[in-house]
């Protein structure tokens, strides 16, 4: 008996292996594709409903799933490998080429180096004049028989002589491209690697600005093309590309004429035009090639079309190498080539058209940039939230830039007209009564523009600043909105999207209080760009304010906040939008431009306060003799540009006008603070003492923090002389040597901090006025907060609760250790909850 029982069960247990018709593993696929891990009851349900499963147990179904999952892991594994298999095999055939260019480049320089070398032995061995006279003559024999290659003339009309252009140019880039026709530096921060960008190189001592990069995309070649050549779509500072004529040849290629505007990044200077042929052909082994290069006198070949409020500018031989890689993909070989006619531009800017970094940046990085980005966009590896498809979103990057590049170079052939200034040039007005002809033909009926008449109106302004990193200029006016916003202002601004605006013809002094909150919607692969939305929280202290505020919504395009970024400008503009705006919603930008003029020193930036108020409080104060060193070592200069739009109707054009001239005006004096507070040259350890704030509110805090800190804890916060009255026990509380701060008590919204004094001030690494922008969950890690809302009951019935020693981060993303922290309920004169009190003690940054 024992031995049949035995038996019986080895075939119970050889029944479990099973072998599973193509019907049940094509009923199983259709269920993994829906649920790749059913639960029990599922898999139990899949069973009844699936006579061709019913002799299978729901342990064995189970099984399968737990099989398939793991082969569909191992198989996504595969190809990833695969993936980076081929961006490694395809990267070592890059850098194999160009250590072959380098390496003929080195060959090139022993070869000069070791001519100049006998050249000079032979000069100083010669002792008459004679002999010197014959050097002389022989290098002028020399340069007789070896003349400068001219262009021939060509007929403009001969499509020969096209030909013979676009032949040249073509073997002109690539021996830029893939040869030593242009000494190339590789640009410093761009490594290459399979993660990288790709291997980037700028020009050096070379006719123009010239920058050059090399990368791997997952696209095929003619796709690539197709990308490359619509400009407009990745070059920001592309206006129009107009192309004139198209002329195939017996190659298969085309030469096509094309008339391009570009423009200015600043008031301070004209935009540029090209006038240029670009020729597109196919190489023998499958590689696509776009070159392109102006049509001039020299050159030959038809005469562009005549400009008036541009400047003629010069592409030399550029143009994109596209070839196709082994297992998919292509390796791109992109070459750009200006000459900007830097002599027609103020000296102080010519930094700008002078910097091989800068068109790298602007240019040539961003078609490679482009590219990746569309490349991972449709192979999935990018999800977006929100609902938005990822063309929408730079769709919506790409009218945020255009709009304010439009309201910077304001082109009359828009509608922009300058208005008389009041006596003053710092600030520009310009007008544009027929707005639809720069927003779109789809605005023109736009709620935004009254249909009585009105129209928009711009005011700008440009100005220098002195070792202020863009970067961090930047970052400080995206998270610090309220150091230099006017919420009067952006009300007005928000008015004009609904169908009755309200008229706010000035800004309101000193305007309402207001949050922000950042919402972020995109980013860009390397998150060098994002894309957000912002929402400002209106609060109202009194009565007669309540009708006024209310959240407001900005689309936010912010770029350029690495600091490690050679060349690169930084920019954040913003537009109105309603809470559901749509994705043809119209945009009316406003902004910021930050572009460096100088190159950045090696040496390692300094610790930057980004409090204001320190830095106001004297002619000298907080300064030492040392400042100028610091000053000479980071000599950085850049050009700041402001641009704010607005609409308006026509009986209040004035008045609109005065206030936006006003209100740019302090905008200009709210920057020059910020720039005062964060230049290298402001070192914390030098700054003075904080000023104090003696408004009759403050006060009354300080007196209700210390009061309600007695009556919790049964302590004294401060002395006991302090508490006699006057202004003593603020001073008390100012100087006190821990980080005492106060947060909002509200149980509907996130906490935000409404006080500090100057050790909390110093931690979070803020001012005053800033403060109301920073929330209490951004403050405390994951573990602060759990402590916090385990703690919360506690505070809210006992009045106070000590937390245990951690780490907090300041506004600038500082971490920060304390020891302990305690905190306390304030009540107010009426023992009502006003705030939240937090006292860090023995803080430090990390």
Not at 182 to 209: E, F, L, T
């Amino acid at each position: 008996m024992a031995l049949s029982i035995h038996k019986d069960s080895k075939q119970m247990d050889s029944s479990k292996y099973v072998r599973y018709t193509p019907e049940q593993v094509e009923a199983l696929e259709r269920v993994y594709s829906e649920c790749p891990k059913p639960s029990s009851l599922r898999r139990q349900q899949l069973i009844r409903e699936c006579p061709i499963l019913s002799n299978i147990e729901p342990k064995q179904i189970k099984v399968w799933f737990q099989n398939r999952r793991c082969r569909e892991k191992q198989r996504k594994e595969a190809f990833r490998l695969q993936t980076v298999n081929r961006k490694l095999t395809a990267m070592n055939k890059l850098l194999m080429e160009e250590n072959d260019r380098l390496q003929k480049q080195v060959s090139h320089l022993v070869y000069e180096n070791g001519y100049m070398r006998q050249q000079l032995h032979s000069a100083s061995a010669t002792t008459t004049d004679t002999s010197c006279e014959s050097v002389v003559m022989s290098g002028q024999h020399q340069q007789q028989q070896n003349p400068t290659p001219q262009h021939p003339q060509r007929d403009a009309n001969n499509p020969a002589g096209l030909l013979a252009i676009a032949e040249e140019t073509l073997a002109e880039f690539l021996s830029k491209a893939t040869g030593t026709a242009v000494d190339w530096v590789q640009m410093i921060g761009m490594k290459p690697g399979p993660d990288s960008i790709g291997i980037i190189a700028v020009s050096r001592n070379c006719a123009g600005v010239a920058a050059r990069a090399c990368g791997l995309v997952s696209l095929e070649p003619t796709k690539v093309a197709e990308i490359l050549k619509d400009r407009p779509s990745w070059y920001r500072d592309c206006r129009c590309l107009d192309v004139l004529s198209v002329m195939p040849t017996a190659n298969g290629g085309t030469i096509e004429l094309i008339y391009m505007q570009t423009y200015a990044p600043t008031t301070l200077a004209s935009a540029r035009d090209f006038w240029t042929m670009r020729y597109t052909t196919s190489l023998d082994d499958g590689s696509v090639v776009i070159c392109e290069r102006s049509l001039t006198s020299s050159t030959g070949g038809p005469s562009g079309p005549p400009t008036s409020s541009f400047v003629r500018a010069e592409v030399l031989p550029s143009g994109y190498l596209i070839r196709p890689c082994e297992g998919g993909g292509s390796i791109i070989h992109i070459v750009d080539h200006l000459d900007l006619d830097v002599w027609s531009v103020p000296e102080v800017l010519r930094p700008l058209y002078e910097s091989s970094k800068i068109l790298a940046q602007k240019m040539t990085i961003a078609a490679l940039r482009h590219i990746r980005q569309i490349a991972q966009e449709t192979s999935g590896e990018i999800q977006y939230g929100g609902g938005r498809q990822p063309a929408v979103l730079r769709t919506f990057s790409q009218r945020l830039c255009r709009g304010f590049n439009d309201a910077i170079n304001g082109f009359a052939d828009d509608g922009w007209s300058i208005l008389a200034s009041d006596g003053m040039e710092d600030v520009t007005i310009a007008v544009n009564s027929t707005p639809s002809k720069f927003l779109g033909s789809q605005y023109g009926t736009s709620s935004m523009f009254p249909s009585f008449g009105g129209g928009v109106l711009c005011a700008k302004a440009s100005m220098l600043l002195q070792n202020v990193p863009p970067a961090v200029l930047v970052r400080f006016l995206r998270e610090h909105r309220s150091e230099w916003a006017d919420y009067g202002v952006d009300a007005y601004s928000a008015a004009a999207l609904r169908a009755s605006p309200y008229a706010v013809p000035c800004a309101r002094p000193g305007g309402f209080p207001s949050s922000q909150v950042i919402l972020p919607l995109a980013h860009t692969v390397e998150h060098e760009e994002f894309l957000e939305v912002i929402r400002l929280e209106g609060h109202a202290f009194s009565p007669e304010d309540v009708a006024f505020v209310r959240d407001m919504y900005l689309l936010q395009l912010c770029s350029g906040v690495d600091e490690n970024a050679t060349g690169s400008c930084a920019q954040l503009v913003f537009a109105p939008i309603d809470e559901s705006f749509a994705d043809d919603a119209p945009l009316l930008p406003s902004g910021f431009r930050v572009i460096p003029l100088d190159p950045k020193t090696d040496s390692s930036a300094t610790t930057r306060t980004l409090d204001l108020a320190s830095t106001l409080e004297g002619p000298g104060a907080g300064r030492s003799a040392g400042d100028a060193t610091d000053t000479n070592n980071y000599n950085l200069r850049s050009v700041l540009t402001i641009a704010f739009q607005f609409t308006f109707e026509n009986h209040f054009r004035d008045n609109v006008a005065a206030m936006a001239r006003q209100y740019v005006r302090s905008v200009v004096s709210s920057v020059q603070r910020v720039a005062m507070a964060i230049a290298p040259s402001r070192l914390v350890s030098q700054l003075g003492p904080k000023p104090l704030p003696g408004s009759p509110e403050a006060l009354t805090l300080a007196r209700w923090i210390s009061r309600s800190y007695r009556i919790h804890t049964g302590g004294e916060l401060l002395r006991a002389d302090s508490q006699a009255g006057g202004d003593s026990v603020l001073k008390q509380l100012w100087h006190h040597s821990d980080a005492i701060m106060c947060c909002s008590l509200k149980t509907n919204v996130s906490p935000v901090f409404t006080f500090a004094n100057q050790a909390g001030l110093d931690m979070l690494e803020t001012t005053l006025v800033a403060l109301q922008d920073i929330l209490l969950d951004k403050i405390l890690d994951e573990a602060g907060r759990k402590t916090l809302c385990s703690e919360f009951s506690k505070i809210m019935q006992q009045g106070f609760a000590y937390l245990p020693s951690g780490i907090c981060v300041s506004s600038m993303g500082r971490p920060v250790s304390y020891e302990q922290a305690i905190a306390w309920r304030v009540l107010n004169d009426d023992d009502s909850n006003h705030c939240l009190a937090f006292m860090f003690m023995n803080w430090s940054f990390v």
